[in-house]
């Protein structure tokens, strides 16, 4: 059996419920998504911090290699055809520094963005 692409992600923030969701939609043979924001998610089931994981996101590869922020969109977007380009550009050197800083700022200010109503 093939492993899929764990990613780890805040389904409470309406934003990361939103683009996460669109990727599985689109390659759900691919990917699993772990929803860190669930009362049952535990990080040191899967080796993780909890704190860590819950600052910048992580996904897992289908080796067991662990990449975090803008490298693990990069991973998400080379497993989906019509975004090979988007991670061919984020990994260029120059947009890849701009990119990190400003995964660094988004990660920064997500407990700003607007929660899901669970209730």
Not at 5 to 30: S, T, W
Not at 49 to 72: L, P, R, S
Request: charged content about 25%.
């Amino acid at each position: 059996m093939n492993q899929k692409v764990k990613i780890f992600f805040d389904g409470n923030c309406i934003v990361c419920d939103l683009e996460i969701a669109h990727y599985q939609r689109m390659m759900p043979e691919v990917f699993e998504l772990v929803d860190i924001s669930a009362p049952e998610f535990k990080a040191e089931r899967y080796g993780l911090d909890f704190k860590d994981v819950n600052e910048n996101m992580h996904i897992q590869t289908e080796d067991g290699e662990f990449k975090i922020g803008v490298d693990a969109f990069a991973y998400i977007w080379g497993k989906i055809p019509r975004y090979q380009m988007a991670k061919k550009v984020v990994m260029l050197p120059g947009v890849n520094a701009v990119a990190k800083a400003g995964y660094w700022v988004f990660a920064k200010n997500r407990h700003l963005l607007p929660k899901k109503n669970r209730g």
